[in-house]
Structures are given as structure tokens and as C-alpha cells.
């Protein structure tokens, strides 16, 4: 990172000096280099052009770049490539313990081939979270204990401070803390890992487990908004291993997710290297409406933005009703940027986000620098006044009085419903040929009910029956606004008699302790916990499919109708298998509206004319009745969420617990692996490698591992949730002795390739187009059997033969998860020839060394007439260029063409060396 301008830096005639409380400070003046022309550029622009002008050293950063970024009113339609190196990095522990374990395996690698393994350190800071992903084994009910065992004055460790609880907290506390015991028990090796990171790599900060999500933690406390080294003032930017890194953009700070392959490179000096892109105004006005909440504005956008189509492009809002959003609300809208599909979608730091600060307590002295150099870049905006909306590449606007209370679902988050209409949607779902919006049940089955006992009393199943309902993700458990909202409408629920059916899974985990402790002072908690949302844990928990086991006699009754059961959850990802193998239908929604299904036991309800239930005395009670206004909420939220609590949650956090604390490390600069360790194992991915860089080749007699369609997410490649007892990864940790009560979760388990490489395409909801049914398997094409995708993979290398996936469009959408890449790498996989690919996901693939190939426009696997049994020969040479047209030819007789996806020249630079690791690591050599 840059510590300071020199006497020849190429752009030290912009420097000049401003004052903050009697302290000179420099910065990096970029309007001087062309006032007409940065006046123009979006504010999201003008941070890539100052990180330009202050890493400029002809090397990593050219001048070229600075010129480019400058001319973006011209060149935006270009696809010019220019290089970005963001100020720090932000690890989330299910990337950041493959990045340990990535830096632990270079060190070794360097000092095999006669290096140095100490240059094997972040250069740039990086903030690692312990953003453990919970399973939630107990849900937020609690169920009395023997009343020999049951003591009411009992003491427990609040995220906050200690305190005598009362009975109903006590309730809502025993969950949590049997899901922290549990999940502490079963990670320890993989804390101790990190731990020994932390202490090894230098320029790393790191929060210990229990402190929350990453991405809440990373707004309300780790976030800079503005360095200052050296005297030297600068914008806080950032790359995240997780695809939601992109909530930042809330807080007026340019961030996207990247793989951990990415990340890592960064954290070792890399620059990223980009097409500059597109900018899309999204301009807001209008006030909202007294029912709706930030999260429906989200899902309002997210549609919107879908149908515009921003993939690859920068959105940043402007326009009078940004005032109306709290910072929280526009973290919200942030947070959900990979789900419409941009790289960013960015705010510009205004009052609204000084006055956040200042309740989250950050320190006034830093305050005043970052207001004070925000000005004076040209950074800080005044959303009323239209004169400094700069000029972008397209205008698009949503009119705040027009958002009405939403879902989206069954099966993608941007697939919105007005809430008002969600019972006829649900019934067409069920009707409509199997799809995004449909589940293709044949009219005879549609009034399927299944009863069965729970807790010696008779309930009955049937579709759109809600047997998950979760307060759970980044999404918006950061925001106050909703989280009041549904523990008003909790509040009452719970005074007009209602209640929720015991059999459903209810659960809150909120994404900081700051959460608990404004929801505890306004007096909702009791209520929460009455119906059944008791905190389970800090962390990602349902929304990453870490959402527990179901009852059994709940699971036998969805197999033997056939259910389409529901789970409704606040979170931002809701593809078919990712909450829980049981849930075909998942529906996104405010906490409100969690509560809301949870009470009314199914989706398919008509709000207006149907009652949520009954009172003990008949009456029925309306949504209506008992919904809390806009401004009610407002008012709760300005009492009670005070900045006190954000200090005394973020005094303690680096301190960690008594467990994490009482973890003992090696002190080691070379990880002593264990081989008999089932978390951590040394990755088999330098094991190949030489100094010399070996030439580009064709891929001949390639097979087809996988024959794929559109919208193939990451959570159908990359292992995730939990590890189904019958997989391939369940059978290799049995021969290791493992018991399945300790399998643990593929997140659990990511340091270890021999499990991930097992779990990779092991989804049970992945169709491939080489067998008949869905799930994690596929033709052995030499054999003609049918095995795990896992199996058949060994059986193509026992023969050495290379492997492709064919796929349709958007391949690869969802969570940046850099094992969608590492694993198809470690199973031979050597090219993808896919219709388009989304962007985090085709940078992962050239990261790990795959070739990714794009059909022609027009042109599709099926207007080809691929079966995917031919053999396949992809006609590579070390002469290749970025986006350059190759062909393909197929033993069937067939020859096509296809874009070769490397776009820049340093994505070629990373594929010849075998990827982007391997590309570092020689640079370390040199």
C-alpha cells in the first residue's frame, strides 16, 4: 500500500496540504488535473482515478491508467483495461482459512525452489473476521428442562456485558449458547489455524469467532472510510472474499467481492485488473410509505436493476430520496448488489453517513478528517442538490412512494412478488412447468395433506406449509429499522394471543452483538423468544444453508406427499437446495414478514382477507392489526440505538472470549501440517510447480464431466451446508474414523482439499443434463455407469484424461466461493464453455487455471447439437490474446468457435503461469 509521495512521483504537483484540528495533512488533489473532466465522473469513478494518481509507479499502476480513468466519459464503452489496487482487504474465516492455508503451502513452495517464505506476507492490511457459520442444531425455541436442572437466576455471557437474566431471555440465551459450545467444539483445530495466521502474517487484524458477520462488523466498526498514512489522507476501498463485501458501498466506500484466490493476490501487492466500467445512475426520489421497509425497496431494486441489466457495471444512486435512506437502508441496498448482478452499487458519504459515524461511535477527531478530506477531494455529496450529480453512462429511477411490501422466490432473489399477490403466485408455482417459477405438480396432487404428531398433538402439512422461518444474513439483521420492526410486530403478536406452531424452525442471528443489545433495551425480546425467535448465534447461519436438521416426523411428512414446503428467511440467496434440502419453495423477506408466515404457519395467505390466527377467545387477527408504522419503528430506533452500545460491543471485540483465548498456537513460521488432521491439509496446488514457465498447449481428447444449463450458481459447484452422509466427502472422513455427529459442514471443512475436491458439484439440486435425475452425479462416458461426479473425475484421471463443463448462461452466479473454482481445478477440469459467466466466478476459473470459453452470440450447446458424449479438442497456443476467437473441434465431426474469456493481458499472464498463485509466487522468486 502507498506510505507516502516521493521527490519523482509522477503526479506530486497535485499534492497539497489541508488542516483538521490544528494537524497538516496531505492529499492527492485529482480535480487539478482536469477540473471539467472530474466534475463529470461519478463519485464511484473518481476513487478508482485517486488510487490511480497515489500507486502510480509505472509498474503496477501506469500513467496510462491515470489518463484513462480521467477520460471515463469517453472510453467507458471501450472495455479498456485499467489496474485498481484497493486500500485493504476483508477476509471472511471460510476464505480467510484457505487464504492461511494458500500463504502456508507458498511459503513452503518458495523455500523448495530456493526463496525466501517470509516474502510470503500481506502487504496490504487485511481484516480477517472469524465469521464462523453456525449450524443451527438448536433453534430459538427452548423447551423447559427438568425442573431438577432448571434454576431461573442463572447467569450468562451477553455479547455486551453480563447481567441477571430474566426467564424469557434465559429461554432465548440457551440456544445460543449451546450453538456456540457446539460449534466451538467442532472448530477448534480450524481457530487454532487461524489463530497461528494471525500471529505469522503480518499486517492482518483479526476478530475472534462469536463477534458477528463479517459484513455488519466490517460497517459498524472495521470500516476506515479514510486512511491516513503518513500524513497522507486517501479513500478507504476494498475487496472482500464474499460477493456481499459490496455492503460497504452503503458507507460511501468502493468495494466488491472477489475470490479468495483474488483477495490473496492483493493482500500480496497484486494489483486488480479491470475493465473500467460502465456507470448506471439509479436516481431515487419520493418519500416511502408508511407500510413499506427497506427491504422491500431492496427487492424492488434488485428486479429493477435485473431487467436493466448491470452485470459487469458500476451503480451508483443519486437524487433526493437518498435522504430518506439511513445508512443502514442504503447498506441494504448494497448488500444485494450481487443479486441484481453489478460489480458495486455505491453511495457517496453525505450528512446521513457523518451523523452514522457518530453513532457508531467512531472517534470525533477521525470524523473531522474524513468530512474534512471527503470535501476537499470532491468526494462528499449533498444528495438535494442536483448541480453536483455528475454525468453517467445510462439514468434509470425509482419513485420511493411506488414500493409495496414484497417477497421474492420461490427459487432466485430476483425473482420479486408483491406480497398482495403472493397467494395466486404461490398457486401458479405450483402448476408451472418445473423452472425458477415453477415446481410442475400435476392437478391431482395440489391438495395434498399430510398430517402428523409433534409434541403429542396432531398438525397437518401441505404445500406452502412454512417449516423454516429465519432473521437471519447480513442482509438486513444490520439494519435497525427492520430488526425493531419485527420485534414490534413481535411485541404485538404476542399481546393479541397469537403464537407460532412449535414443529416450525424459527430462528434469529443477528449479525452483531449491537443487535441483541437494542432489541433487549426496547423491550421486544421476550416476545421474540415467546414466539420462537431466540438468538441461536452470531454469524451466517439459515441463509448459507447452515439452517439445522428438521424433525424428523416433519421431513418423513414432506417425502411422503411430496411436499412443496416453504421456509421463509431475511436473508440474500434463496437457489433451490441452499436452505435445506426439504425447503423447495424459499422465499426472501423483511424480518417482518418472517414473523409474519412464521404466525401464519404457510405463504400462500391473502394478508387483507385472511386472518394470521386467532386470539384464545376467537377473534381473528389481521397482519394489519397488528403491524408497526414506519414511523413507529423510526422513533423506537432513536431511542434505543445509541452509540454507547456500539462501544462497549467493539471495546471488547478484539479481545475474543475465554475459549478463543485459552486456544494455544505453534510459533512457526512454516505450518507444522498434521497428516492426520481432517481440517487442515496442505493443498496439492504448487506440488507440480518450477521456476520456468511451462508454454500454453491445446487441450486434446477432453470428456465432459458435466453438461450444464443456465443459472448454475456457486452453490451447485462448491461445496457447502452440510455433508450428506451417503456423499463421497462422508465416505473419506469415515475411513479417517470421523463419526457422522462430527462430519461438520463443508464451510467447516474448507482447509481440507481432500474434502472439498469430494464436495465439489455434490448439490442435491444440480441438473445435469448427462443423467436423468437430479444431484451429484454423472455418466462415466468410456464406461457408460453412472457415479458421483466425484468418482467418475478419478476415473477420467486414472486414465489421464481432461475434462470440460458445458453450461448455459450465468454460470457461476451467486457467492464469490473460491472452492467453485479450486475444486473443478483439483478434479482435472481444465476449460468451461459456457453462454456468459458472471464476473467474480470466470476470475476465479482463470485464478485456479481453467480455461473459460464463451459460445458465440446466438449460439448455444443445443443449437450446436452437443450431447456432451463426444471428445472434445480446444485449439490453445502460446500465442493466445484476450478474447481472441478459438475453435473447438468435436470427434463427432462438429467444429465451432468460441471467445476465449481471459479480457486483459494479465489474465493471460495468470493462466500461463498456471494461475494467479503460481504467478505471485514466481514473482517472489525473482
Known sequence: MFSGPTMDHTYNTLFETFQVNGEDLKFYNCRNLSPEKYDRLPYSIRVLLESAVRNCDEFHVTKKDVETILDWNDIQLKETEISFKPSRVILQDFTGVPAVVDFAAMRDAVKRLGGDPMKVNPICPADLVVDHSIQVDFSGRWHEPPKSRCDNTIRWDHPCRSTMASESTRKGSDSLKKNQDLEFERNKERFKFLKWGASTLRNMIIVPPGSGIVHQVNLEYLARVVFTKDGVCFPDSVVGTDSHTTMINGLGIVGWGVGGIEAEAVMLGQTISMVLPQVIGYKISGKIGPYATSTDIVLTITKHLRSVGVVGKFVEFFGPGVEELSVADRATISNMCPEYGATVGFFALDRIGVDYLRQTNRDPERIAVIEAYLKAAGLFRNYSNDCEDPVYSQVVELDLET??????????PQDRVPVNKMKGDFAECLTNKVGFKGFGLPSDKLNTQVPFIYDNKEYVLRHGSTVIAAITSCTNTSNPSVML???????????AGLSVNPYVKTSLSPGSGVVTYYLEESGVVPALNQLGFGIVGYGCMTCIGNSGPLPDVIVEAIEKGDLVCCSVLSGNRNFEGRVHPNTRANYLASPLLVVAYALAGRVDIDFKTEPLGYNPEGKPIFLADIWPLRSEIQEVERKHVIPAMFQEVYEKIQKGNHQWNSLEVVESDLYPWEASSTYIQRPPFFDDMTKEIPPVKPIVNAKVLLMLGDSVTTDHISPAGSISRTSPAARFLQLKGVVPRDFNSYGARRGNDAIMTRGTFANVRLVNKLVSNPGPKTLHIPSGK?????????????????????????YGCGSSRDWAAKGPHLLGIKAVIAESYERIHRSNLIGMGIVPLQFLDGQTAASLGLTGKESYAINLGDNIQPRQTVSVIVDSGKTFDAILRFDTDVEIAFYRNGGILKYMLRKMLD
Open 403 to 412: 414500493v409495496v411490501s414484497s417477497v421474492s422466490g420461490p427459487k432466485r
Open 485 to 495: 420492526g419485527a420485534g414490534l410486530l413481535a411485541k404485538k403478536a404476542v399481546e
Open 786 to 810: 453412472v457415479m458421483d461426479v466425484f468418482d467418475a473425475a478419478e476415473a477420467y484421471k486414472a486414465d489421464n484424461i481432461p475434462l470440460i463443463v458445458i453450461a448455459g448462461k450465468d
